[in-house]
């Protein structure tokens, strides 16, 4: 039974480039959350989705992030003309239904920009 | 919203201790978690327990919803038990997890 899988595992862009990273839920989970972790700082949330619907993007920073869970294929986290300050680990988390169940964790993406 | 604090922030054992993780909450919740980051950046789940006791191994966790608890006991440390220990909660709107700062612990064979 496979995990949540993420791709890519590390992610090299130049300042004003787009980044893209994907994420398949564990098989029969159709709820999708996305967090960052910063350097020296926390876990954080940015946005949570069902599949063709934002629920709760109250975590995601109003201009350049964006994402979407399509009815087919995984999920993207997009950031548009990226800057030194995106550089962080992104991590993708699937639950069964809602938030009330547990969330497991993908792998991270590794955004590092130049 | 929510506040999660961990303690202690950081947490040095010989091999073979037994160590007590504690993390407090600021309100009732519905779900709490802990996670284990390992070295390479990876988060393990280690528990869903938002009341009760587990046990898992060396690993045991209570939750105390009334008082806004949650410990995580780890006996018998190894090297290997070495990262970051993380508690998560979720937050009223049922939409989102928050992580306390962490607890480093550092396993020294």
């Known amino acids: 039974n496979a995990g949540v899988m993420q791709n890519p595992r590390h992610l090299v862009r130049r300042r004003g480039q787009e980044a893209r990273l994907r994420c398949s839920p564990m098989?029969?989970?159709?709820?999708v959350y996305w967090y960052r972790q910063l350097p020296e700082e926390g876990l954080k949330f940015m946005v949570y989705?069902?599949?063709?619907?934002?629920?709760?993007e109250s975590g995601m920073p109003k201009e350049r992030f964006s994402a979407e869970f399509p009815k087919e294929g995984p999920s993207i986290l997009r950031i548009q003309q990226v800057v030194r300050g995106d550089s962080a680990a992104y991590f993708c988390?699937?639950?069964?239904?809602?938030?009330?169940?547990?969330?497991?964790f993908g792998p991270g993406t590794r955004l590092t920009v130049l | 919203g929510i506040q999660v604090e961990q303690s202690p922030p950081d947490l040095i054992l010989q091999e073979g201790a037994n160590s007590t993780l504690r993390c407090n909450f600021s309100?009732?919740?519905?779900?709490l978690q802990w996670f284990h980051q390992n070295p390479w950046g990876q988060l393990i789940n280690l528990f869903y327990?938002?009341?009760g006791t587990k046990q898992n191994g060396r690993l045991s966790a209570t939750t105390v919803a009334t008082e806004r608890y949650s410990l995580l006991y780890i006996s018998s440390s190894q090297t290997t038990d070495s990262g970051v220990y993380f508690c998560?909660?979720?937050?009223?709107?049922?939409?989102?997890?928050?992580f306390g700062k962490g607890t480093t612990l550092s396993v020294s064979s």
């Open positions: 988390a699937s639950s069964r239904t809602g938030g009330f169940n547990e969330q497991f």
């Open positions: 989705l069902q599949k063709e619907n934002i629920i709760d």
């Open positions: 309100d009732s919740v519905n779900n």
């Open positions: 998560a909660v979720l937050n009223q709107a049922g939409t989102a997890l928050i």
């Open positions: 098989k029969g989970h159709s709820h």
């Open positions: 327990i938002p009341s």
